[in-house]
Structures are given as structure tokens and as C-alpha cells.
């Protein structure tokens, strides 16, 4: 029997490839008969830059740049082996993971150390670059990124905006000093969610909680995001607030996609299409996916979701494993997937994360045993 274990990142926890290789040691103990195929995928969130590592050839590029608040911490992007791409992770130098949420001050986390990262792959001639937009820490519209490139971005009072958060106070930008006005770079987004820019399932409503933003400033918020959209829509003639999966990085993909000319995809089916995915399934297949948390956001095409959705026309047998599950969306994940299964079912974060590798192994064994009868009794 044909096994393909393909999960997401376990967000806190593990990687992708790190969250395979525990489900697929568990499945082979369950039943050393197993035939396990290794194929971890991403969806733009933090952990995609892993899934290139697993799959490609590459060389890594390491600098010291800024986090959201500010602090030099050190950054990683890769190369592939073509020399001409660059795999750029929003969340490597403005991720939740670089701070703690319970200090991440929102009026002034910026995404500017992305945007050095973005700088320093121009620098070295690469022609063109991949941003995968997930786990950012950030709601400043991607103005941190575009400050870095080269955008000025001025206050009511016609004062340059050279630190914090832009999308706070801004008044107008101006882009003669954009980088991209010298260099022809061809830009690729990969968005895990299909969330707009503004509304109930935009960027602040949906996301902003995560990211310890109060609820009583997310008004505040989405008024900022609409003053840069209404300013960039009318310098670009542009429609930011259209645009399916904007809402990602805080709004950096609705603005980041109009001033970089950027194409914007779906991460995991990109990822899927990149690899090959479905030249992989044999006749009768089982897929074993899963993520930290399967949930809403989940059902809003994170990997697991569109995996489900990829290799429909296949037939696969399809179990996902969350580290938790949100058991009030129950019935809509069993509408993607034939077994849902947690990891934990404890209601304290702490003890989830903490004890996360043998969880998720006990519960991939257990999974394994009845793929095992399941065999046995057909």
C-alpha cells in the first residue's frame, strides 16, 4: 500500500519535512509493510522556503537585517541552482515567530527587513523573485518592504516617514527613488489564504488578533489600509481592495502586487504544480496531511485544503492530522477529507506545543493501525 505523507508546517512546532518524517517513522512502526513516499508541502506560509530546500538544489544567503521591531536578527533566502531565483520568506525577517506577540507593538512592527532581504537579491543580478507571504507579524501594508526598495512615504505635514510602521500616517509616497524603476525583476506572490484586503474576512479582522492586535484598534487599522489603498489605486489606476488574497502579510500582497507588477498564485497549488504532485499517486493511494491547526483558515486554501482539492480527480484516500481541530468546523473538513484526526486534544497551548513531537507521533501511529486493519478486513 501506496502511503504519501504530505504535510504542512506545524506552526511552533515543526517544519513540514520535520512533521513528515515523525508521521512517516509512526506509520512504518504501525506497519513495517508500508510504503511510504515522503512528499512535505507548503502553502507561502513560514516553513515554504524548507519545502524548496527538500526539493531543489540551492545555495543559502545569510544576513543579519531587521525583525519587525526593529532588532537585528539573523536572516536566511535562498538561490535556486539556476543562480536567477531567489525563495523569499516573509516570515524569515518578519514572522510572529522572530517576537512575542504579547510585545509586538503593531503601530510600529514594519516589514522593512523583507524588503532588505528583496534588496540584497537585486544586488547580486537575480532576475527573479519568489516572496511567500505567510506568518508575518506585521499589518503595515508592505510600506516596511517598499521603504527599503526605495518608496518615500510622507506624513500630513510633508515629513518623510524613515521609521516605524508607514501605513500609520501616510499622506502620499513617492517612487522615484524605487528601485524597480532601474531594475527589471519579474516578482512572484504565493498567498496562503484567499482573504481581501478589508472587510469581515479581510486582513485585520481575520488575522490581526493573532498578531496581538487589540480589537478596539482594528478599525483604526482597516482606515489605514483603505487611505493606502485609495492613494495607490489612484497612482496606479489599480483595484487593491479586489484583489483575491490581498489580505495576506497584512496587506503587503494587495500592495505589493501593484507596485511590483507581481504575479500572484495560490501557494500550495504553485508549490503542487512545481513538484510534480500529482505524478506521484498510484491507483488507491492514501494521503496523510495535516497542519498546526485545522480550522477555518484551513478551509480558506492552506495546503491540507488545496491538496484535497488538487488531487480530487485521483481519488486518494485522504486522512489529515492537525496538532489541534477546531471541532465546530468539523463537518467542513469532512467534506475534504475522509478522516480527521488532533494531535492533542488538550485545551492548553502549552502543553500541545510542548509535548508536540510525541503527540503527533502517537496519533500517527494510531492512524497507522487502522490504515492497517482497514487493509486487513478488505
Not at 521591531?69 to 535562498?78: A, C, F, R, S
Not at 500630513?156 to 501616510?170: A, D, F, Q, V
Not at 491540507?304 to 463537518?331: C, H, M, Q, S, W
Request: with cysteine; net charge positive; hydrophobic share 35%.
Amino acid at each position: 500500500m501506496d502511503i504519501l505523507v504530505s504535510p504542512n508546517s506545524f506552526k511552533g512546532t515543526f517544519s513540514s519535512v520535520e512533521a513528515s518524517n515523525i508521521i512517516a517513522k509512526a506509520l512504518k512502526d504501525a506497519d513495517s509493510e508500508f510504503n511510504i513516499k515522503k512528499l512535505p508541502i507548503a502553502d507561502g506560509g513560514d516553513g515554504t522556503m524548507d519545502v524548496f530546500k527538500y526539493y531543489f538544489d540551492y545555495k543559502s544567503v545569510k544576513r543579519k537585517y531587521k525583525n519587525p521591531l526593529g532588532n537585528l536578527v539573523e536572516t536566511e533566502y535562498i538561490i535556486l541552482d539556476d543562480n536567477n531565483t531567489a525563495i523569499i520568506e516573509f516570515a524569515n525577517a518578519s514572522g510572529l515567530n522572530l517576537i512575542d506577540n504579547n510585545q509586538n507593538d503593531l503601530m510600529k512592527s514594519s516589514s522593512y527587513g523583507t524588503g532588505q532581504q528583496i534588496k540584497s537579491a537585486i544586488k547580486k543580478g537575480i532576475k527573479n523573485i519568489l516572496l511567500c507571504l505567510g506568518g508575518s507579524a506585521t499589518i503595515d501594508g508592505g510600506t516596511g518592504i517598499l521603504r527599503a526598495l526605495g518608496v518615500k512615504f510622507y506624513n500630513s505635514s510633508s515629513n518623510e516617514i524613515t521609521k516605524g510602521n508607514p501605513l500609520m500616517s501616510i499622506n502620499k509616497f513617492d517612487v522615484s527613488s524605487f528601485i524597480l524603476n532601474r531594475k527589471e525583476i519579474n516578482f512572484t506572490l504565493l498567498s496562503d489564504v484567499t482573504n481581501p484586503l478589508i472587510g469581515t474576512n479581510g486582513s485585520v479582522r481575520t488575522f490581526g488578533r493573532q498578531k496581538g492586535l487589540k480589537e478596539n484598534d482594528f478599525s483604526l487599522f482597516e482606515k489605514n489600509l483603505d487611505n493606502f489603498s485609495v492613494l495607490t489605486d489612484k497612482y496606479f489606476n489599480s483595484k487593491t481592495k479586489s484583489i483575491v488574497g490581498g489580505g495576506a502579510a497584512g496587506g503587503a500582497c494587495s500592495f505589493l502586487k501593484v507596485f511590483f507588477n507581481a504575479n500572484l498564485n495560490n501557494g500550495a497549488d504553485y508549490i503542487l504544480d512545481k513538484i510534480k504532485y500529482n505524478s506521484k499517486i498510484l491507483n488507491k493511494s492514501i494521503i496523510v496531511t495535516g497542519e498546526g491547526s485545522l480550522d477555518s483558515q484551513t478551509l480558506y486554501g492552506k495546503a491540507p485544503f488545496t491538496l484535497a482539492n488538487y488531487t480530487k480527480e485521483k481519488n486518494p484516500f485522504f486522512i489529515a492530522i492537525g496538532g489541534i481541530v477546531d471541532y465546530y468546523n468539523i463537518k467542513k473538513l469532512l467534506k475534504n477529507f475522509d478522516l480527521v484526526f488532533a494531535a492533542c486534544e488538550s485545551q492548553k497551548k502549552d502543553y500541545c506545543i510542548r509535548n508536540a513531537k510525541s503527540l503527533l507521533y502517537n496519533v500517527s501511529f494510531k492512524v497507522g493501525k487502522i490504515i492497517s486493519y482497514k487493509l486487513r478486513i478488505n
